[in-house]
Each structure stands twice: as C-alpha cells, then as structure tokens.
C-alpha cells in the first residue's frame, strides 16, 4: 500500500513536499516513481529513484525544480518540489517498480494521489 | 523523447465482445512497453508489461502482443468493468518514461 497525504493549494513560485508512505512490500527493494495527471489529461511521468536512493531521474519539466529523495528506515519517498508553475497543477501520484532492485518502468502499485493546485 | 500515440482515442464496443487497442511507438521500444487502465478518479492499474506479461491479479482475458514500434492490448470479452481509459508506456530509452495519450473504451 502506498499512501499520499500532503498537498495543497499552493502559490507560483512556491514550495511544497509531497510524501508517500509504503506498507506491505520490502521498501527498500523497489524504486519508486512520482506520476502526475493534470485535471482531464493523461499521465505523465515525473521522476524515479532507485531501490538504494543512489540514483535518481527526472523529466526536463521538473529538472532543477523537483527533488526525489527516500528514507529506507521510513519507508517513505518524497517528492520536493520547488519554484511551483500553474502547470505543475495535478494529482500526483507514488508508484513501486514491479521489479526488485531495477529500475523496469513497469509500476505495480499506486497509491491513491494527492491533488497539487499552483494558483493564487 | 520516444512519443506513444494510441489509437483509436475513443472505442465503442458491446459488452461480451472483443476490443483491440492500438499503440504505436515513434522509434523501436524493444519489449519494454506495458498497459494501464484506469476507472474515473482512481489510480492506474498495471494490465500487462513486458509486451504481454499480466500484472499479479490480472484476469487472462487481457492480452498484449506486439514488438519493436507497433503494440496491442485485446480484451477478449468485455465485461462490465472492463469500460475505462487504457494507457500504453514504453521504458525502453528514458529518462523518461513515456505515456500514450490513452484510449477511452466505452459501452456500446
């Protein structure tokens, strides 16, 4: 299970961090994903980090902006995001690799989302 | 970028029938290309990866074949639950990962 709290109504050009909180699967075996969907689009993937946090990716949207981090004693990924746009507004959601200890792409399971709204 | 483009963007189909879902990749993802449906205000659901394994839970009326550019998603029968948006991502080159625009499957 992954569970998302953590989003909001925020200003452009603000901050926000965005956790998601992982049960039932060894955490620190799997990489984990942010994957965003802006209201009535499709999906878009964000960001990834690796099983042992050693590396970590991005889309050219976010890059310089958004910082993916995770705790292994937490069981919990982050999503750092800075110098918000109006764009960036979406639900954004954590997703596991289907495979140990590689980065496949394939996500398995979600958690529910959490909703981003950059506005004044 | 490597861009996913599905078709078609809308499918009506009748329940008990099959639904042949098309994605098309702008160069060669190899066999790293997976779907995903997704029902109003849920998450995505992982169907199939890998061209044509199912996801844990995933009943066997859902298929994926296909190689190189060109992918297909069959449901074999269409039951009731089956009427959602179908994503194909291919995770060949990346970062990044790359979504198709989605196919909304919808009752006839």
């Known amino acids: 299970q992954l569970v998302e709290p953590g989003g909001g109504l925020v200003q452009p050009g603000g901050s926000l961090r965005l956790s998601c909180a992982a049960s039932?699967?060894?955490?620190?075996?799997?990489?984990l994903n942010w994957v965003r969907q802006a209201p009535g689009k499709g999906l878009e993937w964000v960001s990834a980090?690796?099983?042992?946090?050693?590396?970590?990716y991005y889309a050219d949207s976010v890059k310089g902006r958004f910082t993916i981090s995770r705790d292994n004693n937490k069981n919990t990924v982050y999503l750092q995001m800075n110098s918000l746009r109006a764009e960036d507004t979406a639900v954004y959601y954590c997703a596991k690799d289907v495979r140990q200890y590689q980065l496949l792409g394939a996500l398995d399971y979600w958690g529910q989302g959490t909703l981003v709204t950059v506005s004044s | 970028e490597i861009v996913m483009t599905q078709s078609p963007a809308t499918l009506s189909v009748s329940p008990g029938e099959r639904a042949t879902l098309s994605c098309r990749a702008s160069q060669s993802v190899s066999s790293n290309l997976a779907w995903y449906q997704q029902k109003p205000g849920q998450a995505p659901r992982l169907l199939i990866y890998g061209v044509s394994t199912r996801a844990t839970g995933i009943p066997a009326r859902f298929s994926g074949s296909g190689s190189g550019t060109e992918f297909t998603l069959t449901i074999s029968s269409l039951q009731s639950e089956d009427f959602a948006i179908y994503y194909c991502q291919q995770s060949n080159n990346w970062p990044p990962f790359t979504f198709g625009q989605g196919t909304k499957l919808e009752i006839k």
């Open positions: 980090i690796s099983a042992s946090g050693g590396s970590t």
């Open positions: 039932g699967f060894t955490f620190s075996s799997y990489a």
